[in-house]
């Protein structure tokens, strides 16, 4: 219960007379009023006056002597640390996280300038990344959530400059983050952190994939790699939000694969080397269903439709016509499965993916050999046809499960 | 989906493998403050050290000149910056001393020798840190490109924020003199660009 719903109908409760006033403010005491979440007040705040404290000493700065600019930045890094104690043991803990994200971001920016001052910049890789250490350690010395997300934020950016300005790419980064924030994850499991954390390891896998040249389908390795480590999560919710972004991508992936598979030419740029690709997959997938089993979730294996290796084949239009059936298939599964957990919101997202499938398959297919009002008839029959089944399911297990019970 | 689920015995979350997930505890207090003094003390004495090596790299290093072109001078929040091609930063393919070919982000260094006009210029390239003699210098680089007549190389110099007021004397499509210091232990930095006086 909520307490906003106890401050609302709280006095119409006391006049019917189901509990007393005193009872009331008791009920209102549970319910303590700060309970804000992340705490994304002070996060715009301190990275807007960051950026003013930035904008007005960079207008100024090739005025001041050297020696004045160090002191400037270092100063305000050790002032917004120590304000951050200072406010978090008077008790105000949004406010002294939010100084000590602060201090974070002087940190970068002070490596930054000063190596720009010394015009150092575009040689080292060492420099941002410790930006990214200093991150993770505050991170694990004061269990934040801010700067989780500042750990994840600043990683990607460290990687794409590390790929786009130095033509390198961090392994060191790379694990770092996975390795630090996934542990941290893992003994703290949230779903916020997981999408997050999720996202930017895609990202520096993308960035993987782009500086080493290779097919791009390798990034499914890593992708699904993120994949298994939600399978392994005992919290439900928060290891579901850590597979949403690697599952989003194979969803997309696989409709781009519908779209414009047909011409081997694109097909052609997807074939990774069969036994390495098939193997490292076949070995994460191991790894998923293993931990799939292990948390008694084997019913989302259907996921793993997705990652079918269907561009091997050499297929032209019938390639495309079976990857529009894993995608049916798929969404399928995920109109099944929500009807199953009765989510009202995983059968709002199968619809969806349903629909995008018929809106693919709808390009496609009727351009090819299919005539349009047909096409529309067979898809209108398909949806009408499963939310049937679906529905006569629901009333079955229904009903057949509660004169069961004795 | 369900009928194979429920055949096999349900396993209890958390069971598996030892991985029980307590949650895990909040720093104990003295401990931390301790810990964020070490990491704030650690982190002024980064920066404090990213400067002091540019300022030794300045003061110790050994200054060669070299010649270039800028290409494209633009606004930044930071300031303005050009970006400049070095005659260095393209080399002839049988400037190459490896034993293989080159590949790309290998490390290459560079041995480059006076010219009468006082800017250095590349006589080889090698795989390893070559030894040097009398006025010789090396600039340590990382492969870029490769195509079948040259490398494409970057030094970590193609920046050059410039100082206010000289702005306007850097023009496009001008050669450029750059000034940079290298340190004995490699790394090297610009310390002064001007137009090259031809």
Same mark, same amino acid.
């Given at each position: ?8 109908? @709280? ?32 996060? =715009? ?56 994200? &602060? @201090? ?18 575009? $040689? ?42 130095? *033509? ?15 542990? $941290? ?8 952190? *997981?999408?997050?954390?999720?996202? *930017? ?59 414009? @598979?047909?011409?081997? =030419? ?43 290796? *269907? ?23 995920? &109109? ?71 | ?11 209890? #979350? ?15 207090? #003295? ?17 404090? +050290? ?25 606004? !930044? !929040? ?14 002839? +393919? ?7 070919? #080159? ?12 010219? #009468? ?11 390893? %840190? ?45 050669? !450029? ?14 310390? %002064? ?6």
């Amino acid at each position: 219960m909520s307490r906003k719903l106890l401050e609302t109908d @709280g006095r119409e409760w006391v006049q019917k007379g189901i509990i007393s006033e005193a009872q009331r403010e008791q009920l209102l005491d549970l319910y303590p009023t700060d309970a804000t979440a992340i705490g994304l007040l002070p996060l =715009l705040g301190s990275l807007l006056v960051g950026l003013s404290a930035l904008s007005v000493v960079a207008a100024n700065w090739q005025g001041l002597p050297e020696v004045v600019r160090l002191a400037l930045l270092l100063g305000s890094l050790c002032g917004a640390y120590a304000g951050g104690e200072y406010f978090r043991r008077r008790g105000n803990l949004n406010l002294g996280m939010g100084l000590i994200a &602060l @201090g974070l971001i002087l940190f970068g920016a002070s490596i930054v300038l000063t190596s720009q001052l010394y015009q150092l910049i575009g $040689y080292d890789l060492t420099g941002l990344l410790a930006w990214a250490v200093a991150g993770m350690a505050l991170t694990w010395l004061y269990r934040s959530r801010l700067l989780f997300l500042m750990t994840a934020v600043i990683s990607g950016i460290v990687q794409g400059y590390n790929t786009g300005q130095l *033509g390198a790419f961090s392994y060191l980064t790379a694990i770092g983050t996975a390795l630090g924030l996934g542990y $941290y994850w893992w003994r703290r499991p949230n779903a916020l952190l *997981g999408g997050v954390l999720a996202t *930017g390891l895609l990202w520096q896998a993308a960035l993987l994939i782009n500086h080493l040249h290779v097919k791009i389908t390798w990034f499914f390795i890593p992708a699904m790699l993120v994949y298994a480590f939600g399978d392994w999560q005992p919290d439900r919710p928060a290891g579901r939000a850590l597979q949403g972004p690697p599952l989003v991508a194979a969803f997309l992936f696989t409709l781009g694969l519908a779209l414009f @598979g047909e011409s081997d =030419l694109y097909a052609g740029q997807l074939r990774a080397p069969l036994l390495p690709y098939l193997a490292s997959l076949a070995g994460v997938l191991a790894l998923s269903v293993f931990g799939k089993r292990q948390r008694g979730r084997l019913g989302s294996l259907t996921d793993w439709l997705l990652l079918l290796p *269907g561009f091997y084949f050499t297929g032209g239009l019938p390639l495309a016509i079976a990857t529009l059936v894993v995608l049916y298939a798929y969404s399928g599964a995920v &109109l099944l499965r929500a009807h199953q957990e009765q989510n009202q919101d995983r059968v709002t997202l199968g619809t969806v993916l349903f629909i995008i499938t018929t809106a693919v398959a709808y390009f496609k297919l009727t351009w090819g050999f299919l005539d349009k009002s047909l096409f529309f008839l067979l898809g209108g029959l398909l949806l009408l046809g499963l939310s049937w089944w679906l529905r006569r399911r629901a009333a079955h297990t229904f009903s057949s499960s509660t004169p069961s019970k004795p | 989906m369900s009928p194979p689920l429920a055949d096999t015995p349900t396993p209890v #979350p958390g069971r598996a493998g030892g991985s029980t997930t307590a949650p895990l505890a909040e720093v104990p207090e #003295p401990r931390r403050r301790r810990w964020v003094q070490w990491l704030v003390g650690a982190q002024v004495l980064f920066v404090l +050290g990213v400067a002091a090596a540019g300022y030794a790299t300045a003061a110790l290093g050994r200054t060669i000149t070299l010649r270039t072109r800028p290409v494209d001078p633009r606004d !930044l !929040l930071y300031g303005d910056y050009v970006t400049l091609r070095y005659q260095v930063s393209e080399l002839p +393919g049988h400037l190459w001393r490896g034993s293989v070919l #080159p590949r790309r982000h290998q490390p290459a260094y560079v041995l480059l020798e006076p010219q #009468p006009d006082g800017t250095y210029t590349a006589v080889a390239a090698f795989p390893e %840190k070559p030894s040097t003699t009398g006025s010789q210098a090396v600039l340590r680089g990382s492969v870029q490109d490769v195509w079948r007549r040259g490398i494409r190389l970057r030094y970590g110099l193609e920046r050059y924020y410039v100082p206010e007021g000289q702005g306007r004397a850097l023009e496009r499509r001008q050669s !450029l003199r750059v000034e940079v210091s290298v340190a004995p232990w490699g790394q090297a930095r610009i310390t %002064k660009v001007e137009p090259a006086t031809e």
